[in-house]
């Protein structure tokens, strides 16, 4: 039974990767299509680690990212939740084409959203810099110093072949 269950997402889910069925990234996908406007709240490894890649490249494509803030568990933001796990709070957009992304990445607590601010970063960024289109940034002063080293053809070309991620502490 589990065969045949995985035969038809494999048929009718064509972003999930290459890796093993993902029930979040299945869900991901089906409601990608059911709305306009979509707001997830969904394990933060979809929006990092290789399995994910291509809904990143899908949403970098379609231009419908809005915000992306990425939230650790550290302190027990989620009382009944591991304090391992890392969440992404992910908006999109599909009716409008989204320059510009607002971002902050693996916060403790919901204050620092007011606290410390969403970092606005133009999508190419994202896309010149980093092959993976891991989008967080975990502070304004990251974003400072990715923009140098991105502004630096030589650096950029090291940075590209050692695949730097924008978030380092993943």
Wanted: proline share 1%; net charge positive.
């Amino acid at each position: 039974k589990y065969k045949d269950m995985a035969l038809y997402f494999n048929q009718n889910y064509n972003i999930q990767g290459s890796s093993d069925l993902n029930l979040y990234k299945l869900f991901l996908e089906k409601t990608y299509g059911v709305s306009d406007i979509i707001a997830l709240l969904i394990p933060g490894q979809i929006t990092v680690d290789q399995g994910g890649k291509l809904f990143r490249e899908k949403f970098f494509e379609d231009k419908s990212i809005v915000t992306v803030i990425g939230f650790s568990n550290k302190d027990g933001l989620f009382s009944a939740v591991d304090n391992n796990q890392k969440f992404a709070f992910i908006l999109l957009n599909h009716t409008n084409s989204n320059k510009k992304i607002k971002t902050l990445g693996w916060i403790p607590r919901f204050d620092d959203i007011k606290n410390i601010g969403l970092i606005e970063v133009d999508q190419n960024f994202f896309e010149n810099f980093d092959e993976n289109k891991t989008i967080f940034l975990d502070t304004g002063k990251n974003l400072g110093i990715l923009s140098k080293i991105n502004s630096n053809d030589n650096f950029l070309s090291l940075s590209r072949k050692k695949k730097i991620w924008t978030n380092h502490r993943y």
